[in-house]
């Protein structure tokens, strides 16, 4: 019987846990709060407006807080937060080049992102969002469970994810599908 309540336990635990999930577009800001299997459990869309640089990184900041309350409120457990932003991303440094996004021709996301971890003491995971947009469609979409896959975007700028062999391709200075 112990093993029984110790094995439903861990599965309610992880029925209760949830992601992050802020998609930051050229005019708009998308956030979601996801189950583990990939199921809305909350989304919303933000105009970005006027706002520009750190207006538009302090919103990335305030929604992903606003995600974390309602988790908390809904007694879940936020595993990662995940953020997916246009353009060019350097890893290391933080350094953000979107051209299409007023004031992040040349941004340095790394103050925010370590404000961010800091104030929600969770893993917090920036990527372009071409990878995101890949990693989106082999998750739960028309890749679901492919090893290759392309996955082109078009919008404010045009951009392709690339799958193969199961692995992102990133290419040099992560570039790899960043057409413009």
């Known amino acids: 019987m112990a093993i029984l309540i110790c094995k439903l336990t861990k599965m309610e635990k992880k029925e209760m ?7 930051l577009k050229n005019h708009r800001l998308f956030y979601a709060l996801f ?3 990939g199921d809305f459990l909350y989304r919303r869309r933000k105009a970005l407006g006027e706002r520009w640089g750190k207006q538009v990184a302090g919103l990335l900041i305030d929604h992903a807080e606003l995600l974390i309350d309602f988790a908390r409120d809904e007694r879940r457990k936020i595993v990662t937060v995940g953020i997916a932003i246009p353009g060019a991303f350097d890893i290391e440094s933080g350094q953000v ?10 941004f340095n996301l790394a103050p925010y992102l370590q404000q961010l971890k800091i104030r929600l003491n969770v893993p917090i995971e920036v990527i372009p969002d ?3 947009n890949i990693l989106g469609e082999y998750w739960q979409r028309d890749a679901k469970g492919a090893k290759n896959a392309i ?5 404010s700028g045009i951009s392709t994810g690339i799958m193969l062999d199961g ?10 599908g ?3």
């Open 35 to 37: 189950s583990m299997e």
């Open 178 to 180: 960043a057409a413009g």
């Open 151 to 155: 996955v082109f975007s078009v919008g």
């Open 97 to 106: 080049y979107a051209p299409g996004l007023p004031g992040w021709h040349d």
């Open 167 to 176: 692995q992102i391709i990133r290419g040099k200075d992560n570039l790899a």
């Open 17 to 23: 846990q949830s992601v992050v999930g802020l998609d």
């Open 130 to 132: 071409r990878w995101a």
